[in-house]
């Protein structure tokens, strides 16, 4: 195994491969700003690009995408509380709060150096452990993946921000605007009004562009003050926040374990894992009170965990041939299309290529600390452009955006409709992240709980009987009735400190 390693290791200091990654990070940081696009169309874009190359040089190329536009959808979360990426949503929580404080350089900072070390973390989890914890993965059935969604939504209750019922109520939202289209089962088709263009539901990139571009839009057409967007642009205390986050040693590690474990999870995904790592740190936190206004932990614990994220994703496909999320399902078909078996034989037969692949994967972790705090250092002036140009801008990319993932015109309405409603939460003092979680959840704790249903004919008993006798039932239900537990038990502490 350490002779394979060795090999690998020679293999990504080729300089073909060094020139790969920095060309892959460096595309990744650009793909992951613009809002509409993701690191699955980043990495499907560029992969036709690979085709002329030596697959090892082509699958760093794509794996530098992927690590570095998972990383950059913080940049615009951060400066102007637009996700560029799912990910990203909840590190808008404390990110934009701490650009509001004239923090921008700082939190850039700490999502870089947090991000990276969270991708390493991973990393080297994929390097070391990837066949134990992909035979794991496998134990793991629809009754799991319906109390893991399930578990996910028990978090509403910390992601509220004063009112309960409020985030309560976009959480449900959310809920129900995951169930339009067909269901995933029986075809039947739900909440489309007759309109072809809801048949396929309402992709959750639509749903984000629309739910947070367009109040900024609204916000930064009705505002005014030169002063602020001075203060905002201020890009100083990046380089010096590394020593911070790994102060956070606990945050950090905690955070780089739930991303991992939850990246193995095929179906998954890193919006999840940095929602249940940002929960997590805020029952840990001695001031869980900042959490939402700007807190360094909130957004360590985010950008740890959706990065850690990567690493796991491709621990089942290496190992099994299993993709864990759309990415690594595009990265899976870069690997056919050079001639590639995903799966134990990948390890045995062409150690150099799986082992280089994997140390380029370290390699893009560290180089996108420079280029990302370089990129970001200019892209905090955008926020110096007058108000006008600026909301033209994010307004245009939004309708760009949404039109490009399908090419329909519909998207875009879709988009605005979404849009509209955004504006109406901030109007009402509403968390919009309690909506994001149920878009994210809805589908697959439904898409689940049917393929549950089907295993045991219909028969609920049954089911219940199920969550209650598997191992990994037993503990995901202990989770839920905890998260539970904590969520009224923090609604009754804030009603006497509020009165």
């Given at each position: 195994m350490f002779e394979a390693m060795s090999l690998g290791l020679a293999t990504a200091f080729q300089p073909a491969m060094l020139l790969a990654v920095l060309v892959g990070v460096t595309a990744g940081v650009f793909i992951g700003m613009l809002p509409g696009l993701t690191s699955t169309m980043g990495v499907a874009l560029l992969i036709p690009v690979t085709f002329s190359f030596p697959p090892a040089v082509g699958l760093s190329l794509l794996g530098g995408i992927y690590l570095a536009s998972t990383f950059s959808?913080?940049?615009?979360?951060?400066?102007?509380?637009?996700?560029?990426?799912?990910?990203?949503?909840?590190?808008?929580?404390?990110?934009?709060?701490?650009?509001?404080?004239?923090?921008?350089?700082?939190?850039?900072?700490?999502s870089v150096y947090a991000s990276s070390l969270g991708g390493i973390?991973?990393?080297?989890?994929?390097?070391?452990?990837?066949?134990?914890?992909?035979?794991?993965?496998?134990?793991?059935?629809?009754?799991?993946?319906?109390?893991?969604?399930?578990?996910?939504?028990?978090?509403?209750?910390?992601?509220?921000?004063?009112?309960?019922?409020?985030?309560m109520m976009g959480g449900v939202l959310g809920l129900i605007i995951s169930l339009v289209g067909m269901h995933p089962m029986t075809g039947e088709m739900r909440l489309t009004f007759g309109l072809p263009a809801?048949?396929?539901?309402?992709?959750?990139?639509?749903?984000?562009?629309?739910?947070?571009?367009?109040?900024?839009?609204?916000?930064?057409?009705?505002?005014?003050?030169?002063?602020?967007?001075?203060?905002?642009?201020?890009?100083?205390?990046?380089?010096?926040?590394?020593?911070?986050?790994?102060?956070?040693?606990?945050?950090?590690?905690?955070?780089?374990?739930?991303?991992?474990?939850?990246?193995?999870?095929?179906?998954?995904?890193?919006?999840?894992?940095?929602?249940?790592?940002?929960?997590?740190?805020?029952?840990?936190?001695?001031?869980?009170?900042?959490?939402?206004?700007?807190?360094?932990?909130?957004?360590?614990?985010?950008?740890?965990?959706?990065?850690?994220?990567?690493?796991?994703?491709?621990?089942?496909?290496?190992?099994?041939?299993?993709?864990?999320?759309?990415?690594t399902a595009v990265l899976m078909g870069g690997l056919?299309?050079?001639?590639?078996?995903?799966?134990?034989?990948?390890?045995?037969?062409?150690?150099?290529?799986?082992?280089?692949?994997?140390?380029?994967?370290?390699?893009?972790?560290?180089?996108?600390?420079?280029?990302?705090?370089?990129?970001?250092?200019?892209?905090?002036?955008?926020?110096?452009?007058?108000?006008?140009?600026?909301?033209?801008?994010?307004?245009?990319?939004?309708?760009?955006?949404?039109?490009?993932?399908?090419?329909q015109v519909g998207d875009v309405l879709m988009m605005l409709g979404i849009g509209i409603v955004g504006y109406l939460f901030t109007v009402f003092s509403v968390s919009r992240a309690p909506m994001v979680l149920g878009l994210v959840l809805g589908a697959m704790a439904e898409s689940n709980l049917s393929r549950a249903l089907m295993l045991v004919r219909g028969d609920t008993g049954e089911l219940i009987l199920q969550f209650l006798t598997r191992p990994f039932s037993i503990g995901l239900v202990l989770l839920c009735l905890l998260s539970i537990y904590l969520g009224f038990r923090k609604g009754k502490v804030a009603k006497p400190t509020a009165q």
């Open positions: 959808g913080s940049i615009s979360a951060i400066l102007l509380n637009i996700p560029g990426t799912p990910s990203a949503v909840a590190t808008c929580q404390d990110g934009f709060p701490m650009t509001q404080q004239g923090k921008a350089g700082r939190a850039i900072g700490l973390f991973s990393t080297l989890v994929l390097l070391f452990m990837a066949p134990a914890l992909s035979e794991l993965s496998l134990m793991l059935g629809a009754p799991e993946y319906f109390l893991l969604a399930l578990f996910g939504v028990t978090i509403i209750a910390s992601l509220s921000e004063g009112d309960m019922l409020k985030s809801l048949y396929d539901g309402i992709p959750l990139v639509i749903s984000l562009i629309g739910l947070y571009s367009i109040p900024e839009v609204i916000s930064m057409l009705n505002a005014d003050g030169k002063a602020e967007q001075e203060t905002r642009s201020s890009f100083t205390g990046a380089l010096s926040s590394l020593r911070d986050v790994v102060a956070q040693k606990v945050n950090l590690i905690r955070s780089s374990i739930i991303g991992t474990i939850v990246g193995i999870v095929p179906g998954a995904g890193s919006s999840i894992a940095s929602f249940i790592a940002y929960d997590s740190a805020k029952r840990a936190s001695r001031q869980p009170q900042m959490f939402g206004k700007g807190s360094e932990e909130g957004l360590i614990a985010a950008e740890s965990a959706n990065n850690a994220v990567t690493g796991g994703s491709l621990v089942p496909l290496l190992t099994l041939g299993v993709p864990g999320n759309p990415v056919i299309i050079h001639g590639l078996a995903p799966g134990p034989a990948l390890f045995e037969n062409t150690p150099d290529i799986a082992y280089g692949f994997i140390f380029s994967l370290v390699l893009s972790n560290l180089i996108f600390i420079p280029i990302g705090l370089l990129v970001a250092k200019y892209c905090v002036k955008v926020i110096l452009l007058p108000r006008e140009i600026l909301a033209t801008t994010i307004l245009a990319l939004a309708i760009i955006g949404a039109f490009a993932l399908r090419g």
